[in-house]
């Protein structure tokens, strides 16, 4: 069964860094696409970042530059590094793939 949890989030303050991680189970979490969503209250869930099983990476737009998705094979764990945050970027994030959701991590960006 294929499960998938994050950690790393929490408060901070505008103009700070926060590093997610996204650790998955299973033999194909190396093989396959891991996608980083977002969701913050009163709006649809957002497509974040996408880094496929060769390491290619894409970003939404606006986002590039500030966040940056990697991943450790090894550790069966995927990263999402964010620097640069603003209020706007709050919300629970979550990791995605294989039809499997995690429970999220909130990211809470201060004024």
């Known amino acids: 069964q294929v499960q998938l949890v994050e950690s790393g989030g929490g408060l901070v303050q505008a103009g700070g860094s926060l590093r997610l991680s996204c650790a998955g189970s299973?033999?194909?979490?190396?093989?396959?696409?891991i996608y980083w969503y977002r969701q913050s209250p009163g709006n649809q869930r957002e497509w974040v970042a996408t880094i496929n099983a060769g390491g290619g990476t894409n970003y939404a737009k606006g986002l590039k530059g500030r966040f940056t998705i990697s991943r450790d094979n090894a550790r069966n764990t995927v990263y999402l590094q964010m620097h640069s945050l603003k209020p706007e970027d709050t919300g629970v994030y979550l990791c995605h793939y294989l039809a499997t959701w995690g429970q999220g991590t909130q990211v809470t960006v201060s004024s």
């Open positions: 299973g033999s194909a979490f190396s093989t396959n696409a």
